[in-house]
């Protein structure tokens, strides 16, 4: 905390963003709210910063990250379910016909991530992940997803950090698909990790105890249930949104009521060459709503191909 | 971290601990994990302490503290529900037959809940939670309920987090009850104290959100849901669980299978002069399984009468 704004008055906290009034408005924030005496100080306890995840602090472009690793799953338990080759949405996959499996809409979905992600532990579900991001590649950039992280959104994590803030994520994403990497990438422990979960039960397992995922869903962390996760999982209210689709909407309407005072950030995709550029007619990270409201209520709304000089930390050059 | 452990040489720090072997194990423990090089090193990220705390970290007799919450909350409430009067367990309540409220088990203990905890913005419960801490006096003790804190707990919090432990709260009771007043309390702040949850929604309010409480229970945290709450909330298996009763065991069990190692405690109470003495035949905080458990398995087991040199921090003479 206050130890750290020495250092940061001589060295640029955000060096992947450029000079603007996005930079300039995240700053102007973080020192009203840490420098003592300053009328919107917040004690460091009340810090609390939330950051979407899927096309907020990694792409999801061509489609959800987390849906092709189930993918990549139901692939490869296929064999054992010669079923499925008769069975939607397990048919259309199998058959590599996105179309059709796209056309199953959330239904098909959910019948995927069970499938996927039920009927085993925590822990050999923990380890298929980082199997995952260890042998996967991602189709346009032939690079592990977990490496398609925003190196700007890195920078202003640590820096909020620095400055006293507790950094969460509150993501539509499988709470448990996020955990096993988190840390490591965002510096974001598994406590501070809020997502989308199914149903787990403890099994004592002849004095081995497990946990194991059962093919139920338990909570859908998205839209209403963003600020409905914050209240469970925190139980405090953010004085820091950040987010990119209207699925982020009400956190960031919730994170406005803060009587502390509040920063509400949403990440605009406007940039096809070195990511993607998408708002009001995506199917994935839809911002539309979101627009309109920030644009009316004043929020900030990063430009990406305006804003950072760098999207990708291997795209870095030193 | 490392840097209180030059003080910790010289400072006794758990002086109301008295020298044996309850508190040698506690501190051997805690050598071994955080000193480098020791074969039972454990990384500070991976340092998960999880706490049970009715009974644990303050009293729970003569009945859980927010049983008393709930029926001071009823008897408020009553003047706004005249068909309580002959409804139960409203009507055993308010004609204060604590016998024949009782009697109506768990389901009216669930109705009490519900009628006390639901209904309502979760700003408006917390303030409620608060000025009952203020207003209410234990009856044996005449003192607020949350000065009944254990003074050798609070000082073993205070040694982990000093030794980079992170401290949970993992309580069978409300998780919207105890987070008005843990981080003041105890030093753990909401996000890392789990409990019971009834379910919630969000509620845009013409543009003052706020999340309401449903009454629906959501999530029993208690005995194997424990184990499950800790995967849920913390997400990752605690190297130092601590309880007082059968509701813990689970806890005690799941973390006893870390692969790092891991220390297990019971507190048992066995002071009837300073606090209370209970154990295999009470109906709050039954300790049969867990005490016969943790003897065949060499768990640590405070002995409250012997252990201790002081219970309550009022109690402590400078
Ligand atoms: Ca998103
Ligand atoms: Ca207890």
Same mark, same amino acid.
């Given at each position: 905390?206050? &130890? #750290?704004?020495?250092?940061?008055?001589?060295?640029?906290?955000?060096?992947?963003?450029?000079?603007?009034? &996005?930079?300039?408005?995240? =700053?102007?924030?973080?020192?009203?709210?840490?420098?003592?005496?300053?009328?919107?100080?917040?004690?460091?306890?009340?810090?609390?910063?939330?950051?979407?995840?899927?096309?907020?602090? *990694?792409?999801?472009?061509?489609?959800?990250?987390?849906?092709?690793?189930?993918?990549?799953?139901?692939?490869?338990?296929?064999?054992?379910?010669?079923?499925?080759?008769?069975?939607?949405?397990?048919?259309?996959?199998?058959?590599?016909?996105?179309?059709?499996?796209?056309?199953?809409?959330?239904?098909?979905?959910?019948?995927?991530? =069970?499938?996927?992600?039920?009927?085993? !532990?925590?822990?050999?579900?923990?380890?298929?992940?980082?199997?995952?991001?260890?042998?996967?590649?991602?189709?346009?950039?032939?690079?592990?997803?977990?490496?398609?992280?925003?190196?700007?959104?890195?920078?202003?994590?640590?820096?909020?950090?620095?400055?006293?803030? !507790?950094?969460?994520?509150?993501?539509?994403?499988?709470?448990?698909? =996020?955990?096993? *990497?988190?840390?490591?990438?965002?510096?974001?422990?598994?406590?501070? #990790?809020?997502?989308?979960?199914?149903?787990?039960?403890?099994?004592?397992?002849?004095?081995?105890?497990?946990?194991?995922?059962?093919?139920?869903?338990?909570?859908?962390?998205?839209?209403?249930? $963003?600020?409905?996760?914050?209240?469970?999982?925190?139980?405090?209210?953010?004085?820091?949104?950040?987010?990119?689709?209207?699925?982020?909407?009400?956190?960031?309407?919730?994170?406005?009521?803060?009587? $502390?005072?509040?920063?509400?950030?949403?990440?605009?995709? !406007?940039?096809?060459?070195?990511? *993607?550029?998408?708002?009001?007619?995506?199917?994935?990270?839809?911002?539309?709503?979101?627009?309109?409201?920030?644009?009316? $209520?004043? *929020?900030?709304?990063?430009? =990406?191909?305006?804003?950072?000089?760098?999207?990708?930390?291997?795209?870095?050059?030193?």
């Amino acid at each position: 905390g206050e &130890t #750290v704004s020495v250092e940061t008055t001589s060295v640029d906290p955000l060096p992947s963003w450029n000079e603007g009034k &996005t930079k300039e408005a995240i =700053m102007a924030f973080v020192e009203g709210v840490t420098r003592e005496g300053s009328p919107t100080f917040v004690p460091q306890a009340d810090r609390i910063a939330t950051f979407d995840n899927d096309g907020n602090l *990694w792409s999801e472009q061509p489609f959800y990250f987390q849906l092709q690793f189930a993918i990549d799953r139901v692939r490869a338990m296929a064999s054992d379910h010669p079923e499925w080759k008769d069975q939607q949405p397990f048919k259309a996959l199998l058959e590599g016909d996105m179309q059709a499996l796209m056309a199953e809409g959330e239904p098909g979905l959910i019948k995927l991530v =069970m499938a996927s992600h039920a009927g085993m !532990t925590t822990a050999d579900f923990d380890a298929s992940v980082k199997d995952w991001l260890e042998r996967a590649r991602h189709p346009r950039f032939d690079q592990p997803y977990n490496t398609l992280v925003y190196q700007p959104m890195l920078e202003l994590l640590d820096y909020l950090r620095d400055n006293g803030f !507790t950094t969460f994520i509150v993501s539509g994403g499988g709470i448990d698909f =996020m955990r096993p *990497w988190t840390e490591e990438v965002y510096g974001i422990p598994p406590h501070q #990790v809020v997502g989308s979960s199914i149903k787990a039960e403890f099994d004592y397992n002849a004095g081995s105890p497990v946990i194991r995922k059962l093919p139920e869903l338990d909570f859908i962390d998205d839209k209403a249930g $963003k600020p409905v996760g914050i209240h469970k999982f925190i139980g405090k209210k953010p004085i820091f949104a950040s987010g990119n689709s209207d699925g982020d909407l009400q956190m960031l309407q919730y994170t406005a009521s803060n009587p $502390k005072g509040a920063f509400m950030l949403y990440l605009h995709h !406007t940039d096809a060459e070195r990511e *993607w550029a998408y708002d009001r007619d995506s199917h994935i990270g839809r911002l539309d709503k979101g627009l309109d409201e920030a644009r009316e $209520k004043g *929020w900030t709304v990063i430009d =990406m191909k305006t804003d950072w000089k760098v999207v990708y930390p291997f795209q870095t050059v030193e």
